[in-house]
């Protein structure tokens, strides 16, 4: 389905709320993301201004419906790499602004088509090992165990900790604070999402987000009055940086160091974020567009020009790069979001909160965002998705389930670097069993076998060919039908070639060809 025109507050009603649940899912992620790929808390309102900038500036210019842009966690490894080995992090910011001129080229030459060729099991498995590990990685959150970043999704941890011993410290080390927290979200999540709570018309239209949210800063504040020794401070809590003034808030902005530009290192930074940010944002466009309902098409050029016109501003005023990521998109549909004004709408609710209101925003328990991220996860990663893709067929299910498990233990983009080679296999299989059909049958001169072959016919049905020549009776007539065929690769008329002239007479086959291009109907005699 191609998009309808854009009418910014046609759907209001449902993008309004959807902003507001976004923003909440997007601001401790913006945080978490931006402390671990820079190391540094003096950097960590790079990652806000990421996220305004995909909010506001990607969301106008994308012709994404519900896909939602800022800092991902999949580039976490790439920008603490470059920061070292560029020296500055002015420096860097120079790659990020060149990393989108090389988008934005990209989206002109049309580059996005690549990301029409992902298949479908592997972008199902995408988004059910995004679900898992958001599920294995919000648990010690909301156990109260924060040591990692918030919005980290690496399997294997600096301090040589991974997914699952993380998981059975924070159990060792659970705060009975958080516990409680985290537990009466979830609670709240699950009732607010009920069909019976839905029909209530006062609360059709206020996000359960917010609504938990809310009451875990309410828990919490009660717990600092009269059970001090359950409260939540610290690393515990959202940590924005607060402006005392104008000029201090200001001074959050940085900007590139242009005279790096000579250093090739830093061109070699800004292709290899050109061209990972590029595949995380068509892999994402891809999922999202599978969960859309309406089922609209991104057009994914234009995706990589606003892509690349989000990191050319992101770079210019000390952002991160961005990319378009799955996690704030699937919060996205889920909280009802109808079109792009939700994500502009998280956008322009960030810049106007870290204004206007960061003093309350550092009161939020970390642990009611990850109930939020923890019941997202869950919606991503149905039992009812593996049953589907069981039934599908192993050649379906074999790759599906292939790149969870892959996703799970590494990253993201070598998952589906596994799960495409486990694809690919299948592909070629199904190619290499289907390029003819079979069919024997006995006349007064003896047998004869008809090879009718398929619409395309490439190289990689050579093999399969080669074998059915060679296991061909003594004594035939053969005839290689090509009437169907559309296409015949040069490599398929050679096996065709050297089985007429060296092995057909040898073994008294009769080899007749029909409708092939270049070759002639010959007998084996």
């Known amino acids: 389905m191609t ?61 994404s419906a519900l896909g939602v842009a800022g800092p991902a966690a999949g580039l976490v490894t790439i920008v603490l790499a470059a920061i070292a080995t560029l020296g500055s992090y002015e420096a860097f910011l120079l790659a990020v602004v060149i990393s989108g001129v090389i988008q934005i080229i990209a989206g002109f030459l049309r580059a996005g088509i690549i990301g029409h060729y992902f298949p479908s099991a592997v972008i199902k498995g995408m988004l059910a090992a995004i679900g898992l590990t958001l599920i294995l990685k919000e648990i010690p959150h909301i156990l109260g165990v924060d040591s990692d970043h918030f919005g980290d999704t690496a399997f294997s941890q600096i301090d040589g900790r991974n997914t699952f011993s993380e998981i059975i410290i924070a159990v060792q080390n659970a705060s009975l604070g958080a516990v409680i927290i985290g537990a009466v979200s979830i609670l709240l999540l699950l009732a607010l999402d009920s069909k019976r709570v839905k029909q209530i018309k006062m609360l059709k239209f206020v996000p359960g987000a917010l609504v938990v949210v809310v009451a875990g800063i309410a828990m919490n504040e009660f717990f600092v009055a009269a059970a001090p020794h359950l409260a939540m401070t610290g690393e515990h809590l959202v940590q924005l940086p607060v402006a005392n003034s104008v000029s201090e808030f200001i001074g959050f902005f940085r900007t590139p160091d242009f005279s790096a530009i000579s ?17 995380e944002t068509l892999l994402s466009v891809e999922a999202t567009d599978k969960l859309d309902k309406q089922k609209r098409v991104t057009p994914t ?10 990191n050319l501003l992101s770079g210019l005023i000390g952002g991160l790069p961005v990319t378009q990521v799955i996690v704030r998109s699937t919060a996205n549909v889920n909280a009802g979001g109808m079109t792009k004004m939700s994500a502009i709408l998280h956008g322009v609710i960030l810049l106007g909160a870290v204004i206007t209101i960061p003093s309350l925003l550092n009161r939020i328990p970390l642990a009611t965002l990850a109930a939020i991220l923890l019941l997202i996860g869950y919606k991503l990663s149905r039992v009812s998705l593996y049953r589907s893709m069981f039934k599908h067929g192993w ?3 074999t790759p599906f389930i292939v790149t969870v498990v892959a996703i799970l233990l590494t990253d993201l983009l070598k998952g589906i ?3 495409m080679v486990i694809a690919l296999y299948f592909i070629l299989f199904r190619n290499y069993r289907n390029n003819y059909k079979l069919k024997r049958e006995t006349t007064a001169t003896g047998e004869r076998i008809t090879l009718t072959l398929s619409e395309d016919v490439t190289f990689l049905n050579k093999g399969s060919i080669l074998q059915t020549l060679d ?15 559309e296409a015949v690769d040069y490599d ?9 002239e060296h092995k057909a007479g040898r073994r008294n086959i009769t080899l007749v060809t029909k409708d092939l291009p270049e070759m002639k109907v010959v007998g084996g005699h």
């Open 3 to 63: 998009q309808k025109p854009f009418r910014p507050f046609q759907y209001i009603g449902q993008d309004g709320p959807a902003g507001l649940v976004v923003f909440l899912v997007a601001l401790p992620l913006c945080l978490g993301i931006a402390l671990a790929s820079t190391g540094r808390p003096d950097l960590i309102f790079s990652g806000v201004i990421a996220g305004i900038v995909g909010g506001i500036v990607v969301g106008a210019l994308s012709g």
């Open 263 to 279: 250093n090739p290192d830093v061109w070699v930074v800004a292709l290899t974020l050109a061209v990972v940010a590029s595949l």
């Open 301 to 310: 050029n234009r995706e990589l020009k606003a892509q690349g016109v989000g």
């Open 395 to 397: 050649d379906q299910f």
């Open 417 to 419: 670097g596994i799960g």
């Open 471 to 485: 296991n061909l009776p003594n004594d035939c007539t053969v005839v290689i039908d090509g009437s169907r065929s």
């Open 492 to 500: 398929v008329f050679e096996v065709i070639r050297e089985f007429r």
